[in-house]
Each structure stands twice: as C-alpha cells, then as structure tokens.
C-alpha cells in the first residue's frame, strides 16, 4: 500500500489566521482523507467507481452539512471551517469532495433555507449522517449554462404535482435516496421538488465511460409522470435565484476544494524534484524546474489569501456572488495549471497511477465545468464591473 507523504504548504503563516476550531476541523479532515481516502482511492478511479464505504466517514468529519445549524444534525460550523474540510477531502479526490458539496451545499441547504420545519426534520438529519444520500437536478441536456430555458415541469393534480422531464450530469444521481429537482410550474415559474427513490417513474440510470470525476457517479434523473405530493414542495423560495442561491453555497466550497487538488500536486512534484536525479542532480536543482515549483507555490499562496477573504466575507453574511464566481473560476484554473505542470515535473512517471496527479488534472476538468464553466463565472464577473450582462 503506498504511503501518503502529503506535507501541506502554508508559505504565508495562513494558519495563524486560523482559529483552534479551524484548525481542529481541518486537522481531523487532513488525517481522515490520509488513513481513508489515500490508500483506497486510485482503485476507485481506476474501477470508475464510487467508494460507498467512506460515507459515515464522510458524515463523522462533518463533511456532510459543516454549517447546517446541530438542531438539524449538522456541524454548526463557520463558512472558514466549510472551506477547510472541501480543501482537505478535495486534496485526497475532487469526486469525494464533488459528494459532499452535493449532500452539503445543493440538498441540505436549499432544504434548510427553502423548506419547512417538516422537511428540515425529515430529511436533515439522515442526510447528515449519510443514512440518506442527495443530489441535484437543474442541467437538462439542452440546458446547461443556461438553466432558465429548463423544459422539466410539474402540473398541478390536485392531491400531487405531476413531474416529467429530465436532468443529466448529477453527481450522485445512481444511488441517491432523494433528489432536490428544479422544475417549472405551469406558469413557467422554477420550484424546487423533493422527488424520492421508489417514486413511480423516477429513475437514476448512470452515466459511464467518464475520464474524469471516475471515483464519483454521475448520472440522469427521469421523470415519466412522477407523483410528486404536495409536501414535497420547497415553499420558501422560487425562480432561478433558489437554484443559483445553492450554487453560491457549493462554488464557494470548490473554491477552497481546488487548492486542495493544487497542493497535492505540488507538494507531490517538489518531493519528486528533490529526489529525482539526471545528468547527476537532482531535477529540482534546474531552474526550469525551480520556476514551475516557485510558480506554483505562488499561485497556490494567492488562492488560500482568496479563499480566505471569501470565507470572512461569507461568515459575515456580505459575500456577493460575483466575488465568489471570481474565487471559484481562479482557484479552479490555478489548481487545472498546477497539476499540468506537475505532471511534467514528474515526466513519464506522472502519467501514471502511481501518483495522485494525473487523476486530479482529469477530475478537475469536471470541476472547471461544473458549477457554472470557467467562462460563465468570467462573463458573471464581466457583468458585475460594467453592469452589462454579456449572456446572451
Ligand atoms: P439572471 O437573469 O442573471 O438571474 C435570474 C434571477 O436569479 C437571480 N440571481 C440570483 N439569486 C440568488 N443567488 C444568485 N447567485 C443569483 N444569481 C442570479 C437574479 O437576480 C434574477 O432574479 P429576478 O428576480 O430578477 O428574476 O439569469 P440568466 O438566465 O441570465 O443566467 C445567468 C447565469 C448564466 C449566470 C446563470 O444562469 C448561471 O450561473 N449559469 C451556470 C449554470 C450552473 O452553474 N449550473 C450548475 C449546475 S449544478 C452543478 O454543476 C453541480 S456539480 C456538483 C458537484 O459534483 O460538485
Ligand atoms: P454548455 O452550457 O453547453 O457550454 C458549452 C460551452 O459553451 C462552454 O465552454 C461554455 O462556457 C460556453 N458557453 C455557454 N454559454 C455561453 C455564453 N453565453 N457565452 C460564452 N460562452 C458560453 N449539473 C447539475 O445540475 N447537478 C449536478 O450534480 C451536476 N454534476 C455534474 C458532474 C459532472 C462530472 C459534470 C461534468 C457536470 C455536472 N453538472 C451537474 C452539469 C454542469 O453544471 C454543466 O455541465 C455545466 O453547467 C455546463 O453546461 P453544459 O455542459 O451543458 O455546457
């Protein structure tokens, strides 16, 4: 079994601006993802499958719902907290993070924020521990960056609503227990649905032969006149905001999950460069090589100063959403150039399963899609500065 060496990189004493509960969540989360997730998960990616053992893991590390108020089963943790755990169960597999910003940030919050009392007591708590797994419908396979062009729509029947239409690329879709679905009404109006497994004419096929993301499952959710009851509305909120609301939440996450990736990649290639030996020295001793890791390591620093900020801005409630698309598409594009630069660092080496690279670089061409594309967050802040929006 191959051992983690992971030394996590703090050029600038982020960790004095931690607070011991910070540090403590990110401790726990930094040694989970080492005994857990490192020894098992090159396996999984390889098998294109997901580990469904580390869910109570996941669950115990507070993965699943860190600022979700205790009353409801979550950790009741800050914003900065959130971001720490992303960070370090990103560093050992962006398709793990991908699950429990799923479970956190896209089912559990628009549950908590949108839901009633009822809801939030039934589904919480199980979705906290993992006895109950979530996912997230908005893409469509026509609607993509453009959500609010969805076709999945819900008629009014009286006793139930009747859902029909369909989603595409939903983490979590094969094996979840409840999907949080957006759909239209009959006035056109987005609501979000509750829709649960054993529905009739729900169904979760998934979808295979994904080079990225390979230790996560992606799949569809369909709806072929699903009986929907009543209670299964999300009453609190409606129209595109209430998906885009949850975004806010999980982008903010993938901003700090992506240094996660990048650290791994660098603390990888500077271990390799020291000990890798050509024309009698050690590759790092190269100032071509010195330049990717000071690179790097720069870059890296940035990013934790971003994401850090962010988490300040979002605990104090003043956190806009253009300010979070910024962080989510520079922390994502950064960690994207790292891993390809560490990947070159460790030559013919690096193309392998041997190290955790090559896996990330393919992994995060998932997450510089998903959660809006690295152009849509480019054109959200584009928008933002000049006050036109340049979508369409
Ligand atoms: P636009 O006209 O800009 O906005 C429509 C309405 O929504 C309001 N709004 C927000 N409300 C709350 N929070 C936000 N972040 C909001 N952003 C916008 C807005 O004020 C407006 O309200 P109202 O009352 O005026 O109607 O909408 P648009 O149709 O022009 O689209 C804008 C655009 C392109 C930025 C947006 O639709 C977008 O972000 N597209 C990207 C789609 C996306 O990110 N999809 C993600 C799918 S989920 C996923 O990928 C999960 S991966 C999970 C994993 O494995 O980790
Ligand atoms: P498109 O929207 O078709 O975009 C294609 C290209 O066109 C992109 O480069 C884009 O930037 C560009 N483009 C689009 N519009 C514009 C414009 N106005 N101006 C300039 N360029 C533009 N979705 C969910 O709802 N739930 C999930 O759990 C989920 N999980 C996912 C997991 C994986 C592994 C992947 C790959 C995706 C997942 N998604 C999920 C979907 C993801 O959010 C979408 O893939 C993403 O929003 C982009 O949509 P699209 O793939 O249809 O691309």
Known sequence: MKTDLFQAPDYYNIDDLLSDEHKMVRNAARDWVKREISPIIEEAAQKAEFPKSIISGLAEIGAFGPYIPQEYGGAGLDQISYGLIMQEIERGDSGVRSTASVQSSLVMYPIWKYGTEEQRK???????????????????????????????????????????????WISNSPFCDVAVVWAKNEEGRIHGLLVERGMEGFTTPETHNKWSLRASATGE????????????????????????????????????????????????????????????????????????????????TKAQLLAFRLGQLKNEGKATTAQISMAKRNNVDMAINIAREARQ??????????????????????????????????????????GIPAFK
């Not at 993509?144 to 062009?149: A, C, T």
């Not at 996450?253 to 992506?258: D, H, L, T, V, Y």
Request: include cysteine; aromatic fraction near 8%.
């Open 122 to 168: 039934k589904f919480l708590p199980k979705l906290a521990t993992g006895e109950w797994m979530g996912s997230f419908g908005l893409t469509e396979p026509d609607h993509g960056s453009n959500p609010s062009g969805m076709t999945t729509n819900f008629k009014d029947k009286g006793d139930h609503y009747l859902l029909n239409g369909a989603k595409m």
């Open 345 to 386: 660092i460790l030559g013919g080496m690096g193309i392998t399963g041997e190290y955790s690279i090559m896996r990330h670089m393919m992994n995060l061409e998932s997450v510089i899609t998903y959660e809006g594309t690295h152009d849509i967050h480019l054109l959200i802040t584009g928008a933002d500065i000049t």
């Open 221 to 300: 959710l369909i709806f072929q006149d699903v009986k929907v009851p009543k209670d299964n509305l999300l009453p609190n909120k409606s129209g595109l905001g209430a998906p885009l609301g949850c975004l806010d939440s999980a982008r903010y996450g993938i901003s700090w999950g992506a240094i996660g990736a990048a650290m791994d990649c660098y603390d990888t290639a500077l271990r390799y460069a020291k000990e890798r030996i050509q024309f009698d020295k050690p590759i790092a001793g190269y100032q071509l090589q010195q330049k990717k890791l000071a690179e790097m390591i720069t870059e890296i």
